[in-house]
């Protein structure tokens, strides 16, 4: 931690406080990671800075494991939005749908689980059914994920992209990207704004 602000109380009623931690896309640097679009360029996530501001309590985030980057992707991790770790308020448990790694189970893309948003954890008291009335499935049995409902998951993580962004994540021809686009705004799935796309 390099600066804290005073303690106040969050509306749940808990302390918080607004602390800097290291960026973890750039690893506190504060120039791009990848060198785009050029050696000198200023990280997109920290502007700069080499760190963020973020509110305690704060736990690591489980979908890029505290990297701040979608592996094997010059991208920023969707549920953290590159800085490595996610407010969560306590108490918390492992989430039951990811087992606690973030990632939506089978899911080829390494998208962040739709239950707890790539934390890995879920707030405690949150209302749980039961077991038996709901039988866990496993990642081998999990419905595989359709690719509307992927690039909306990706929208709702990642608010504020385009048909390009969908297009290099999704591995899309340009026309493929937007006719999927289309048919979303259309679904009322997702809402547009001069090209760019955010959750509906």
Do not use: W
């Not at 290099?168 to 990207?177: G, I, P, R, W, Y």
Request: charged share 25%; aromatic share 4%.
């Amino acid at each position: 931690m390099v600066y804290s602000t005073p303690r106040f109380k969050h509306p749940s009623g808990e302390p918080r406080e607004m602390v800097e931690v290291r960026c973890a896309y750039c690893g506190g640097r504060g120039v791009d990671p990848f060198g785009l679009p050029g050696p000198e360029s200023n990280c997109s996530v920290c502007g700069g800075k080499g760190y963020n501001r973020v509110m305690t309590p704060h736990v690591v985030c489980a979908s890029c494991g505290g990297t701040g980057k979608q592996a094997g992707r010059r991208l920023t991790c969707s549920a953290c939005k590159g800085r490595g770790v996610i407010t969560v308020r306590r108490p918390t448990v492992s989430c039951s749908q990811c087992q606690g790694t973030g990632i939506q189970p089978g899911d080829e893309f390494r998208l962040p689980c739709t239950l707890c948003s790539g934390r890995g954890v879920v707030d405690k008291e949150r209302p749980r059914v039961s077991e038996a009335a709901t039988p866990r499935r496993s990642a081998e049995t999990a419905r595989p994920l359709s690719l509307a409902d992927r690039v909306s998951a990706y929208i709702t993580n990642s608010p504020g992209v385009g048909p390009v962004d969908v297009q290099v994540v999704f591995d899309l021809s340009k026309s493929e990207a937007e006719r999927t686009l289309r048919n979303l705004v259309e679904a009322h799935k997702i809402k547009e704004k001069d090209e760019i796309y955010y959750p509906a």
